[in-house]
């Protein structure tokens, strides 16, 4: 009995360590990019400033990568519980 209840401690510390990872990366992501993007906005791409279209592109992109990767990170975890299907 208590190496399930070790089991499932384990599985919910690696969960939560990797929900907090990628909020982080969500946070720098969503807003400490974007205070640096004022900087790269002398120049402009495509009638956008530099910095808006960088912050705002490069941002959309990693978002998706992370959707993909916590999924990927989750599965593994999930895995090495024994929950997978």
């Not at 690696?14 to 990019?33: C, D, E, G, Q, S």
Request: hydrophobic residues 55%; charged residues 15%.
């Amino acid at each position: 009995m208590a190496d399930k209840s070790e089991q499932r401690a384990e599985h919910w510390r690696k969960t939560r360590n990797l929900t907090i990872w990628v909020l982080v990366l969500w946070f720098i992501f969503a807003f400490v990019v974007h205070w640096f993007a004022i900087g790269l906005n002398g120049a402009s791409f495509l009638g956008f400033p530099l910095g808006y279209y960088f912050a705002v592109q490069g941002s959309l992109a990693i978002f998706v990568l992370l959707i993909f990767g916590q999924n990927w990170l989750q599965d593994m975890i999930d895995d090495e519980a024994g929950l997978s299907e």
